[in-house]
Structures are given as C-alpha cells and as structure tokens.
C-alpha cells in the first residue's frame, strides 16, 4: 500500500519568516495531494490540494509543489503569522480505493514572535 | 456547505461496555464514508472505509467484529466500538466524500476514553 513520509517533525519559524514542509509517496499511482492544518482537538481543515496534472498551486500565502518523477510534494507558507501554528499534515490518494487518504506523520509547526 | 457532524463529541464509558458514534453529512450526500483514529500527537490513521448499502473495508489490523460500522443511508454511518477496553481510548474522526471530487469532509472528531 502506500506509504507516505513527512518531514521536518517540528518546526520553528519567527514570524514573517517562510515554513517549508516536505513529503515524499511510495504509490506511482497516487494522484491526489492535499494538505490538512488541524488545531489540537479540532478537525483536520484542508488548506490546498493538487493534483498529479499540475506542478504547482498557490492560494495568498500557502503553496504546494509536486515532483511527480521523484514523488514528492511539499508545502510552503510565507509571511508566517502565529495563527499559522497548528500541526500540519501531507496525505495522498488515487483513484479507484474509493480514494482512501493515506497520512503522513505530522509537522508541528510554531511561530514564534 | 460540506458540512460533517459527529456525535458524541466526548464520551467516557467504563470497560467492558459498546459505544456508538455517529457520523452524518448535513448538507450532502456521501457516497463514502471513512473512519480515522488518532493517538494524541500522531497522525490519523484510516480504520476502515464504509459505501452506503454496503460492508464496510477494514484496513489491515483493524479488527471488523470490535469496531462495527453501519452506512445506512447516504447521510449516516455509525462506528459501534464494542467492549471497549482503556487502549481503546482515542480521538475517532469520520469523513465523508461526495463522490464528485477527492475531498473528504472531516467531522469533529469524538474523544473517546474508557476507563
């Protein structure tokens, strides 16, 4: 099955400054990449996706790259603010498993003032 | 819109004893609805994958006759953890999908300890 890795564990940034989460997938197959920010206790919240057609997306501050020849994806965020601190989480999926999100591990992001 | 609930959101119940929750999709109708745990400070981890009408696909390890789920309608799945013992305890978040796109909507989440 698919297997899916994410780097750093933690993470600390000073405010303004740029976060950089990467992750990398085992599946060739996997064509569906989004990002979840989740707060302690609170629901996974979807911040971006991209698809395997597409190398790049951006929404204001947050972005995903996708290399699909080396499987890995990885999520930038700019102009961090300290709202920006939650857990943040890479998973992946394709079609045909009723699209089943495999989960990477987890990147506790803070920002500090 | 794409709105999940979960209920409870929080129950304690003593060992030995089944719990229900339940998981429905308030503002659509979802094809498919899955079944997450997660440890405090770890990732979620997919229990088992449930169509309306249809048995339920646990993932590997899980155990099918301690964590029943029932998709009966196109808006409700339940997870009934039966005997529930104290490593039992976790968060369990449900998602549904629409069928239409990727996205899976993510309930609230239920804590559920055992004591």
């Known amino acids: 099955g698919e297997n899916v890795e994410q780097h750093p564990s933690t993470l600390s940034v000073q405010e303004g400054d740029s976060a950089v989460i990467k992750c990398t997938y085992s599946?060739?197959?996997?064509?569906?990449f989004p990002w979840y920010k989740q707060e302690l206790g609170k629901r996974p919240q979807l911040i971006i996706d991209i698809r395997s057609n597409v190398g790049e997306k951006k929404d204001q501050r947050i972005a995903v790259t996708l290399n699909k020849t080396a499987k890995h994806f990885s999520l930038h965020i700019t102009e961090t603010q300290p709202e920006d601190s939650a857990v943040y989480f890479c998973?992946?999926?394709?079609?045909?498993?009723?699209?089943?999100?495999?989960f990477g591990t987890g990147t506790r992001l803070q920002v500090t003032l | 819109g794409a709105v999940v609930s979960q209920h409870p959101s929080r129950v304690i119940c003593k060992s030995g004893t089944s719990v229900k929750i339940e998981c429905r999709s308030l503002d659509f109708q979802a094809t498919t609805m899955f079944w997450y745990r997660q440890f405090p400070k770890q990732s979620l981890m997919l229990m088992a994958t449930s169509n309306e009408g249809s048995k339920a696909t646990y993932e590997q390890g899980v155990e099918k006759d301690k964590f029943l789920i029932n998709h009966a309608s196109l808006t409700l799945s339940t997870l009934t953890v039966t005997s529930a013992h104290p490593e039992d305890s976790s968060f369990y978040i449900c998602?549904?999908?629409?069928?239409?796109?990727?996205?899976?909507?993510f309930g609230p989440g239920t804590r559920l300890t055992v004591t």
């Open positions: 599946d060739s197959a996997s064509n569906y």
């Open positions: 998973a992946a999926s394709k079609a045909g498993t009723a699209s089943k999100l495999t």
């Open positions: 998602s549904a999908r629409t069928g239409v796109t990727y996205e899976q909507y």
